[in-house]
């Protein structure tokens, strides 16, 4: 071959290299995780910052892409052709074809695709400058094909320009739901990462303690009876009533009782627990978590009470609660311990009704619906759509629910069966062995009735 030739084979060689460049660089740039990036911006990394900026103007930046390699590829398919006609012929058209389309899916799609998708924020970052050029360079281009293109596109009634982004939280969400691995950690930071997103949407009705757990103090006692009654709980806060326990006169801190005990040289006798109590702070119940916990950072205040719309005391919420709605359950010293719930060693749970939906939904995974009811006693109620008798079942959302204790109208427990797919992994269970016949009846009970 003549010169011309090698020079023309050099430059088919050059343009796939270009065309793997716009090839790698579009999968790069869409791959390269956002997050990421945006952390390297704001630490100062220019590249990072270049990213962003070709992001922000997606229609410049994949016509540029998209026209160069267009250009490349078909300036490389011409040149092949050129060259192969002339080494053997008019067959040069066809073998020209299939060479060029092998080398361009090997070497210039293929390949440079995959490794941009395996090492997309590093690529994105290494072609950044580059691509950058290249843009600016074809702007003028792009901007008409994309004006063409909008035109076309608004006569055959599709606005590309008032079309809305999509809601980032939900992106979010399921960037959480992609947080996978087998660690129990793991299983509680996505449950923690939901908890705040969730923040918004949830009223302080739903986590707060009820009315009917509260521990009040009536203020019209001897001020010796409230010191004893305040000392003896344990909680720090304590609601004073006077009259009906709907009419709340003040918030006593613990504190605040033992400092006017000191005073007094620990005699109780005469203190005016109304006077040194806080006063109550009422706030309505369909306040949702997020803004009571910016209500709580401002006032610079731990402890509120629940009314209805009707006034009437609905029960309290605390800061903690709304923690622990992020975190999980927070257990002190002086907390009373009730775990209302208790794994069966067949896969099913004893729930105490009072036991809320989404501590279950949050502990286990559930995705048992909230919307309805706050308790797994209430849900039973709404989807039964009466009040159930002791030893019924019913099954809702794949779940099976077993009521084993009822109070007057109130569920108080009740047996949960989870879909299989749902149950904890236990242990393989041993052969049965031939058993002897049971002394007594009690004996021949099984253990999870005799509990």
Not at 48 to 59: N, S, T
Not at 108 to 118: D, G, N, Q
Not at 210 to 228: G, K, T
């Amino acid at each position: 071959m003549d010169l011309t030739l090698w020079l023309t084979v050099a430059g088919i060689l050059v343009l796939l290299v270009l065309s793997a460049f716009f090839s790698g660089s579009e999968t790069a740039l869409t791959a390269a995780s956002r997050a990421r990036l945006h952390q390297l911006a704001q630490e100062g990394d220019r590249r990072a910052r270049m990213v962003q900026d070709l992001r922000e103007h997606k229609d410049r930046l994949i016509g540029a892409i998209l026209l160069g390699n267009n250009l490349v590829n078909i300036l490389a398919s011409s040149l092949a052709t050129s060259v192969l006609i002339v080494l053997v012929g008019e067959a040069g058209v066809a073998v020209a074809t299939l060479a060029m389309t092998l080398l361009i899916l090997i070497f210039s799609e293929v390949l440079p695709k995959t490794y941009a998708l395996h090492y997309a924020d590093r690529a994105a970052l290494a072609v950044a400058p580059t691509l950058r050029l290249v843009v600016r360079l074809l702007a003028p281009v792009t901007l008409a094909v994309t004006a063409i293109v909008r035109l076309v596109l608004r006569a055959l009634g599709a606005d590309v320009q008032n079309v809305t982004v999509g809601d980032h939280a939900d992106e979010l969400r399921g960037y959480i739901e992609l947080h996978r691995g087998p660690e129990e950690e793991v299983r509680h930071e996505r449950a923690m990462l939901r908890s705040i997103l969730d923040l918004a949407d949830v009223e302080v009705l739903e986590i707060m303690t009820h009315r009917r757990n509260l521990v009040m103090v009536d203020a019209s006692q001897p001020a010796e009876r409230i010191a004893e009654e305040v000392l003896e709980c344990p909680f720090t806060r304590v609601p004073l009533w006077e009259g009906n326990p709907d009419n709340i006169v003040g918030v006593l801190h613990v504190k605040a009782l033992l400092r006017e005990l000191r005073n007094r040289g620990g005699a109780a006798g005469g203190i005016d627990v109304k006077a040194i109590a806080a006063t109550a702070w009422f706030i309505p119940d369909t306040t949702t978590l997020f803004d009571q916990l910016q209500a709580f950072r401002q006032r610079r205040e731990h402890f509120a009470l629940v009314v209805d719309e009707y006034g009437s005391l609905m029960g309290i919420v605390t800061l903690e609660d709304i923690l622990e709605e992020i975190v999980g359950d927070i257990t002190d010293e002086l907390d009373v311990a009730v775990a209302g719930v208790r794994p069966q060693p067949n896969g099913t749970y004893i729930v105490d009704g009072w036991v809320t939906i989404r501590d279950l939904n949050r502990e286990f995974e559930w995705g048992l619906p909230d919307e309805q009811a706050s308790t797994i006693a209430g849900l039973v109620l709404y989807e039964a759509r009466r009040i159930p008798e002791v030893g019924q079942a019913f099954s809702f959302h794949g779940f099976k629910f077993e009521i084993l204790r009822r109070q007057r109208h109130q569920i108080t427990a009740l047996r949960i069966t989870p879909p299989e797919h749902l149950r904890p992994h236990l242990p393989p269970v041993a052969p049965p062995r031939p058993l002897p016949p049971p002394a007594s009846p009690a004996a021949s009970t099984p253990p999870a009735e005799r509990a």
